[in-house]
């Protein structure tokens, strides 16, 4: 798939988004790469058998201060090729863009892998 269809994918998963998340994804990011860095590698942890195929780097909202302001942008990166290399058809990509978006916003709520992996289980 060329990165400007991905992309548009990906911006799709975001609009389609409940009105209430819209309204606290404020300074906040998206972008798709196609592959992850060394870095974001080695920061995440990833055993051998996973896949990185999204990532949140910020501080998310359950972690801020009264304080907080005058940062950066939080980030979101969809990685293109992993997410490519486990679909097997354009529906199946467009699945994974909205799974993945939808796990690292959750991160910017402040929830972790570990209960997202509950909750995906609970779905299913």
Do not use: W
């Amino acid at each position: 798939m060329d990165r400007e269809r991905f992309e548009r994918l990906v911006a799709e998963a975001v609009e389609s988004l409940p009105d209430e998340f819209h309204t606290r994804l404020e300074n906040i990011d998206v972008v798709v790469e196609d592959r992850p860095t060394a870095r974001q590698l080695t920061e995440t942890e990833l055993k051998r058998d996973e896949t990185l195929l999204g990532l949140y780097e910020g501080v998310p909202l359950t972690r801020r201060s009264p304080h907080y302001g005058l940062v950066a942008p939080d980030k979101i990166t969809i990685f293109q090729k992993p997410i490519e290399a486990i679909c097997k058809n354009d529906t199946e990509i467009r699945t994974e863009i909205c799974r993945v978006v939808q796990h690292e916003i959750a991160h910017h709520f402040g929830i972790g892998d570990t209960r997202l992996r509950q909750l995906e289980k609970d779905e299913d």
